[in-house]
């Protein structure tokens, strides 16, 4: 009997699917399809097991649809662009190019022997020509709808990587990459008008019903709705050409406690001051020095220039409230200007006590004692009451505001029915919550202040990126025709390869021959658009170029049709938002440039977010304190301790942390495959954990994985060899019980329950070890567990069912079917319990007589001592559930 090898098995069976072509995807209007994603990953050099984990995850589905006579579209490729390639250009030399290609020679040739079922014919790396050659061509015909446009922004700009950074790429204030401090800019965009669509991006969510909850309610409140108003502040003795402040709030009920104006560094009139006054532009010129993420914001230290400008309060025309640049407010929310109410906003609030601003109550708690003052700051004796806007509870948003009382150490939640308006319009009362801000609105509008206006938190998307590995821009610069689009003949407009990184910023922008061109309009010299493509372009339409890789238009409309939508996509939660959004934008637009049917507006129709695969960090000290991290192949473990094999010295062990390259805890599936094969690291990635939640990895959790495997080949083995007779009783046995087991693994894999199915697969097995049927009966049951194994474990799937003399392959093999029949018990096991305690199991047929089950449950042993020769007064039977004995 042969022992199981996986390094013999692997192979094998690798090349006789390839040989086969077995998970080529063709169109085939004749079958259903199915259309698997991973998210595509970036070369940064190598995979490890948490790239294992995911794409294994898709394989698991792709193989059973496969099974289930579904035709499978499940394709690989690389998100290839990005400054990762340009840093290490810069720090090793070499080329963005070299660099990314080679990286994705390595992680492919890591890949294939993990068994996935990919279509690796439509594999490409969006660094190709090819590939964004047609985004470039998107990009055209997005220009041509009003998609695109071109304005002045401000933007989040790394001093020392020489770019722009989008939001996300920006950490603490500091750019991801180089750590240097984000300064604030202004400089000439290219934008996608996603925020156009923001009203049927946000509605269109509820129709995602295979979405999880929580990444819904990332998106919509990325996308941010609100009902607010929209009013002036009449300027005093304004600059010329300024008489009015724009305001645009959520919360119109709190504008009775309205203490100064802010406005952004770039607003009309900051920028109006600055050029005439050298202290207001040092001050804006410090305030552009933070980030323009929410995040930065609202960790820096808020710092105000008071103009010395005044406005009057719409409501009382001798209420003059100051006007400040603050450095927490930006241009591009709402108006770039707010006012402040401090006794109900926790900024504001700050605000106005390093300025020394007056603090005005609009509410407070039903019951409270005279209005708030706050003379000295002394929160204990002078409770500010600071109502929040609508927070979330569960994915649901609560039906009415929640306020806060300060104090110095706590804040404290009031209901809001408990709470009173002191300070209404006009003295009127208003409720609390969401009837006080449109109370206030319509009080406002009836008064001619403003009027309800509707906005969304969503931006237009800035793709302008000043970097050099990026899909070029498609238009030039003509000095007699301004900005022209480059003619889709030209395309692609293809990046030099004769670049340096030696000096800092865009190497485009140095590179006359490539930079300097002919106007595609009049023919005059011109230049090229030197800015690229921000990396989120890449992947927000990688999923429609799989239908038709290497079509000379972006997509083939057939193809489209037939392959759309994605029917599960997976991920990490990572890319809940930014990703995600981009991606169902791109696809509205590509629908209006006739590129995808309407059908596909959203693409992904089921999304699953994966968990993260950990491992422990072993640790020990350096030179000048530092940490040298080890990696695991590094270390030995002795009775929960960890020694460097080279040399025997002990290091410290950091329990179960994100694999991270920075920390050396990754697991290279390399060696995983050298050591155990790939059935195994497959097996335990699904094995250990629900999807959605983080697995551990442990060299112990491999071990045993590997082990079963190998029990399972063994059980194959010598059942192939068996010819044990028929035995009725056990055969029939066996078989339910395998009938059982179809029915279980199939829910689990239906349903995301991978760990669940396999639970399964375990009982089975040891089943079907123990079983004593026969060997016709074993034999079908041991090719029925090949086929369930076969989506985790397909090498030994394929080797099992060879040996128990399957016809032709497993991963061709339809999957089996459970037998209802078989599914009924004809006999129920149940609890006899004494006064109310659990003393016996009786099994009994099902249809048994409630006075047979009786005399069964009193004559089991248990139940005889339990009595001690009492006389049960009772006994209740619950048909298929319970008897209950009264003594």
Known sequence: MSRYSAAEIEPKWQKVWDDAGLFRAERDPSRPKYYVLEMFPYPSGRIHIGHVRNYTMGDVVARYKRSTGHNVLHPMGFDAFGMPAENAAMANGGHPKDWTYSNIDTMVAQMKPL??????????????????????????????????????????????????????????????????????????????????????????????????????????????????????????????????????????????????????????????????????????????????????????????????LRVRHPFDTAWELPVYIANFILMDYGTGAIFGCPAHDQRDLDFCIKYSLPVIEVFRPEGAHAPVSIPDWEFDHNPVYVGQELIEFDGEREPEATYFKITKSAYVPLKSQDVQYVRGFAGDPFQTGEQAIEAAIAFCEANGVGQGVTRFRLRDWGLSRQRYWGCPIPVVHCPDCGVVPEKKENLPIELPDDVSFDIPGNPLDRHPTWRDCACPSCGGAARRETDTMDTFVDSSWYFARFTAPRADTPTVMEDAKYWMNVDQYIGGIEHAILHLLYARFFARAMHICGHLPSTANEPFDALFTQGMVTHAIYQSEGGNSRPVYHYPEEVELKDGRAYLKDGGREVTIIPSAKMSKSKNNVVDPVQIIADYGADTARWFVLSDSPPERDVEWTAAGAEAAARHLARVHRIAAEIAESDAPADGKEDAALLREMHKAIRDVTLGVESFGFNASIARLYAFTATLQKSQAGAGAKREAAKVLAQLMSPMTPHLAEECWHLLGGEGLVASAPWPQADEAMLVEDSVTMPVQVNGKRRAEITVPRDMPADEVEKLALAADNVIRALDGAQPRKIIVVPGRIVNVVA
């Open 115 to 308: 068994g996935f079922s990919l279509d690796w014919t439509r594999m490409f790396a969006t660094c190709d020509p090819e590939y964004y050659g047609q985004q470039q061509a998107l990009f055209l015909d997005f220009l041509e709808k009003g998609l695109v446009y071109r304005k002045n922004a401000v933007v989040n700009w790394d001093p020392v990587d020489m770019t722009v950074l989008a939001n996300e790429q920006v950490e603490n204030g500091r750019g991801w990459r180089s750590g240097a401090l984000v300064e604030r800019r202004e400089l000439t965009q290219w934008f996608f008008k996603i925020s156009d669509h923001a009203e049927d991006l946000l509605e269109s969510l509820d129709g995602l019903d295979d979405w999880p909850a929580k990444v819904k309610l990332m998106q919509a409140n990325w996308i941010g709705k609100s009902r607010g108003l929209q009013f002036a502040f009449g300027l005093i003795d304004a600059p010329e050409g300024f008489d009015r402040v724009e305001v645009y709030t959520t919360r119109p009920d709190t504008l009775m406690g309205a203490s100064f104006v802010g406005i952004s560094p770039d607003h009309p009139l900051a920028k109006h001051l600055e050029a005439r006054d050298p202290e207001v532009a040092a001050f804006c010129a410090d305030a552009r020095q933070g980030g323009t993420t929410a995040e930065s914001i609202e960790t820096a230290e808020k710092k105000g220039y008071d103009t010395g």
